[in-house]
């Protein structure tokens, strides 16, 4: 079941058109990657599906996205309510210079749950569900900067858990770590696909062969080829694909 | 007049070694001066009794009582008017004209010699508005004074917090007010604490402002009305009028002490504020 449904959507950096005409549909409970060569647009399409782009000045958007088959850019969508559906994990583990603890309750704060034994109860949950409740556990007042990169990469994942997405969206979550931390957020991301829906940016090939059951290539703004990752990686339809993943793109 | 470069960089050098001893010297000489002679007066019924006979006799309990009135009136002015100028300045609004003359005012405000804001003090909070001398309209006339300071420290301070910070907040579905105070305002909040502490000192040895606003009285202040007397206004009055130089260094001496003491706190801050981001 296709979970987020894209029509037509291009969007423009003033007079620069960044997504040109993108049709996709992600399905729910999978992991779909992205992948392209730098500057083709990955970021910007993921930033359209929780419209951060809105932060953007002279942002211009046509065409539509549908969540759970909701416009998003309707008028009277509650944005609130899509980011929080809708999470978003960063290229850099970016924790809050706050407390571990207050890092993973911030999502809750904000949406108004201050109820401490609810607090309590989701921070073990979520720490759980990203391996990180053993090591943190007798440390819950620490600054979150103290961690290595990974675990501050897993802490970034536990916070967005807290509040129950549905959709996480990882723009090259794993390019500021080294191979075994890696390995470890990979491993991670196929426990996560049970709950979540995850649409990754990579520029690392062999983890988008890994871990995602569907590939969409991105060049200059085109989404040239999308289908299911087997298909992609094995006998691509478009020759400008094939050039990419043979390396002889460029 | 060609010079080798090597000889015209070792003149370079001990010109500026100069200027930067003369610069210590004075600082240590001024700091070592005024303990020299205020040391002795110091005690503590020194700081636990009320000024007698003008100050000719007796301590300076009253005028410390004062200076810490009037130094927190003119902080819980300051404060949220300097701190939340500085947020609508960072986050509320984009570069435009109106920030600009907000900008350029503060700027302004800053150069301003302080015996005309104590004059301006005088003229508004004083006379025109009927507050008398008192520790309102002295701590209204400081808080005017305080402001350009604790605006720019809290921009920088609001700046430094990085932008992804803010992404990552509004990803998570906050508001721009939750953004500014559960992540904004807590990153930020060492390098505001430093603009504040700073203006604290500066509250402490202000004198030509307070002068005129606060008046003079020796008396304990009962209220936000009482006129009050400032260390720093005491220092100057027992100074100029003669009436107890042993006293005068005395005073001097605690004023130097609280502001050396100021200043390293808020030299503290920064640099763990600095540690913090870099
Ligand atoms: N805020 C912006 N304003 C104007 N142009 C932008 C902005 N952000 C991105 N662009 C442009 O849009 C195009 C797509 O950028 P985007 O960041 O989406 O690429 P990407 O595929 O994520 O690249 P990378 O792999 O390097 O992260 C680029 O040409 C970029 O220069
Ligand atoms: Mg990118």
Redesign the pocket.
């Known amino acids: 079941m296709s979970i987020i449904e894209v029509n037509n959507l291009s969007l423009f950096?003033?007079n620069?058109q960044?997504l040109k005409n993108i049709n996709l549909n992600v399905e729910q409970q999978k992991i779909t990657a992205l992948i392209?060569?730098?500057?083709?647009?990955?970021?910007?399409?993921l930033?359209c599906l929780n419209r951060m782009n809105d932060l953007?000045d002279d942002?211009h958007i046509t065409g539509s996205v549908k969540i759970a088959s909701h416009d998003i850019y309707h008028n009277s969508f509650d944005l609130l309510g899509l980011r929080k559906k809708v999470g978003m994990v960063f290229?850099r583990p970016n924790p809050f210079p706050l407390s571990i603890y207050d890092n993973v309750v911030y999502g809750l704060r904000v949406h108004g749950i201050l109820d401490k034994k609810i607090m309590e109860e989701k921070l073990k949950w979520s720490l759980e569900s990203v391996h990180l409740w053993a090591e943190v556990k007798d440390k819950l007042d620490a600054n979150a900067l103290t961690l290595s990169g990974e675990q501050q990469q897993r802490l970034c994942i536990a916070r967005l858990a807290a509040v129950e997405p549905e959709v996480l969206l990882m723009?090259?979550p794993c390019s500021a770590l080294d191979p075994i931390s890696t390995a470890k957020i990979e491993d991670l991301m196929y426990e996560l696909k049970k709950q979540y829906t995850i649409i990754i940016?990579t520029?690392n090939m062999q983890q988008a062969a890994r871990v995602s059951e569907y590939t969409g290539y991105?060049l200059l703004?085109d989404l040239v080829e999308f289908g299911e990752t087997t298909q992609i990686f094995t006998s691509p339809k478009d020759s400008r694909t094939e050039d990419y993943l043979t390396g002889r793109f460029g | 007049m060609y010079l080798n470069p090597k000889i015209e960089q070792r003149v370079v050098q001990a010109i500026l070694w100069v200027f930067t001893l003369a610069t210590v010297f004075i600082l240590f000489f001024i700091i070592f001066y005024i303990l020299h002679k205020g040391l002795p007066v110091l005690s503590y019924n020194f700081l636990t009794t009320n000024p007698l006979d003008m100050g000719k006799s007796g301590g300076i309990y009253s005028t410390i009582i004062g200076t810490i009135a009037l130094t927190i009136m003119s902080l819980l002015i300051a404060t949220p008017l300097g701190v939340g100028t500085a947020i609508y300045l960072t986050e509320y609004t984009r570069e435009s004209r109106i920030t600009r003359v907000i900008r350029f005012g503060s700027e302004c405000l800053s150069g301003i010699p302080s015996i005309i804001f104590g004059l301006f003090g005088f003229i508004l909070f004083v006379t025109k508005l009927k507050m008398g001398w008192s520790i309102l309209s002295g701590g209204l006339t400081l808080a005017f004074m305080l402001l350009p300071t604790i605006i720019r420290t809290s921009e920088e301070a609001i700046k430094s917090v990085p932008y992804n910070l803010h992404e990552v907040s509004y990803s998570l579905g906050s508001t721009q007010w939750q953004t500014v105070t559960k992540v904004v305002l807590p990153s930020a909040l060492p390098g505001i604490l430093t603009g504040v502490i700073l203006s604290v000192g500066r509250s402490v040895g202000e004198t030509a402002a307070v002068i005129f606003t606060a008046g003079s009285a020796l008396r304990m202040p009962t209220s936000l009305f009482s006129s009050s007397r400032t260390m720093a206004v005491h220092f100057f009055i027992l100074a100029r009028e003669g009436i107890s130089m042993p006293n005068a260094y005395g005073t001097a001496a605690v004023l130097i002490i609280t502001i050396l003491i100021i200043n390293i706190i808020a030299y503290r801050l920064m640099h763990k504020f600095i540690k913090k981001y870099s």
């Open positions: 950096y003033g620069f960044a392209g060569p730098s500057g083709c647009g990955k970021s910007t399409f930033r953007i942002v290229q723009d090259e940016v520029h991105f703004g």
